[in-house]
C-alpha cells in the first residue's frame, strides 16, 4: 500500500510541477472561472465544445497548491475528446472519489484516483475540485465565477 501512495504522491507532484493544458486557449468558446477563498487558489477553465457536444480542447490558467493544480492538469487530460455528458458522468465519480463517498466501490479513475487519500482532509477536498467545479460551470455555460464556499 506503501508503493501505491509513493507512486500517487509521484503522480501528483509530476502535475503540479509540469502541468498538462496549462495556457489561455485562444478559441475557446466556454469558460468559467473557480475561486478557493479559504487558500486562495484561482483557476480559469476554458473549453472548446464543438456543437454536437464534443471538447474538442479544454485548458486551465491560474495559481494554486500543489494538489489543485495536479487536479486541473489531470482533469483537463481526463476530459479532452469526451462528450458534455462523459465529462459531468467523470466529475460525479471523481467527486465521489475524493468526498470519500464511493465507500469501498471502485469508480474506474484510472490516474485520477491518486486523489482519493484526499478524502483524508477535507480541507484538501475543495482544493482537489475546484477546478471540477470550474469546469462543471463551463460546461453549463454558467457566466459567474464559482467558489469553494
Request: aromatic letters at 8%.
Given at each position: 500500500?506503501?508503493?501505491?501512495?509513493?507512486?500517487?504522491?509521484?503522480?501528483?507532484?509530476?502535475?503540479?510541477?509540469?502541468?498538462?493544458?496549462?495556457?489561455?486557449?485562444?478559441?475557446?468558446n466556454?469558460?468559467?472561472?473557480?475561486f478557493?477563498?479559504?487558500?486562495?487558489?484561482?483557476?480559469?477553465?476554458?473549453?472548446?465544445?464543438?456543437?454536437?457536444?464534443?471538447?474538442r480542447?479544454?485548458?486551465?490558467?491560474?495559481?494554486?497548491c500543489?494538489?489543485?493544480?495536479?487536479?486541473?492538469?489531470?482533469?483537463?487530460?481526463?476530459?479532452?475528446?469526451?462528450?458534455?455528458?462523459?465529462?459531468?458522468?467523470?466529475?460525479?465519480?471523481?467527486?465521489?472519489?475524493?468526498?470519500?463517498?464511493?465507500?469501498?466501490?471502485?469508480?474506474?479513475?484510472?490516474?485520477?484516483?491518486?486523489?482519493?487519500?484526499?478524502?483524508?482532509?477535507?480541507?484538501?477536498?475543495k482544493?482537489?475540485?475546484?477546478?471540477?467545479?470550474?469546469?462543471?460551470?463551463?460546461?453549463?455555460?454558467?457566466?459567474?465565477?464559482?467558489?469553494?464556499?
Amino acid at each position: 500500500m506503501a508503493d501505491l501512495r509513493d507512486l500517487y504522491q509521484d503522480i501528483i507532484l509530476e502535475h503540479s510541477k509540469r502541468p498538462r493544458n496549462y495556457r489561455a486557449l485562444e478559441a475557446a468558446n466556454r469558460k468559467a472561472e473557480g475561486f478557493n477563498p479559504l487558500c486562495g487558489d484561482h483557476f480559469t477553465v476554458y473549453l472548446e465544445v464543438e456543437d454536437d457536444g464534443l471538447i474538442r480542447d479544454v485548458s486551465f490558467q491560474g495559481s494554486g497548491c500543489a494538489i489543485s493544480k495536479a487536479s486541473a492538469s489531470m482533469m483537463t487530460q481526463a476530459v479532452k475528446g469526451k462528450r458534455i455528458e462523459e465529462a459531468e458522468e467523470l466529475f460525479q465519480r471523481f467527486h465521489h472519489v475524493v468526498t470519500g463517498k464511493n465507500g469501498t466501490e471502485s469508480n474506474d479513475l484510472g490516474k485520477l484516483e491518486a486523489f482519493a487519500g484526499v478524502s483524508e482532509y477535507p480541507v484538501r477536498v475543495k482544493c482537489a475540485t475546484l477546478a471540477w467545479h470550474a469546469l462543471h460551470a463551463a460546461l453549463q455555460g454558467e457566466q459567474q465565477a464559482v467558489s469553494t464556499e
